[in-house]
């Protein structure tokens, strides 16, 4: 509010929570936007957690811009093996790295 300019800015989310399960590990990931999640598993690299975005980049899903702008987070499980690598990274590094 003490930045007019500002308005209609608002944030995007990615988070992570490991847990063992059962003898084996599962990744919980939780975002909102673009912010993204990647795994590595043998040296490959994949986009775990799909934009909240259309064809323009623009967002369809954040928080704070207004109340009917954030639509809810997204939850995606994924079973991690020894040596996977979880990337999590805000929309800013996608615009200065390619997947």
């Not at 003490?2 to 990744?27: F, I, Q, Y």
């Not at 043998?42 to 967002?59: E, K, S």
Request: net charge negative.
């Amino acid at each position: 509010r003490m930045h007019p300019e500002r308005d209609g800015m608002g944030t995007t989310l990615v988070s992570l929570r490991v847990l063992p399960e059962d003898g084996h590990t599962k990744a919980v990931i939780c975002h909102a936007g673009d912010s993204r999640c990647y795994l590595i598993r043998n040296g490959i690299g994949c986009q775990i957690t799909p934009d909240h975005a259309d064809r323009n980049g623009r967002l369809l899903n954040c928080l704070g811009v207004t109340p009917d702008s954030f639509r809810g987070a997204d939850t995606h499980t994924t079973d991690l093996r020894v040596g996977d690598t979880l990337i999590l990274c805000s929309d800013g590094l996608s615009d200065y790295v390619s997947a």
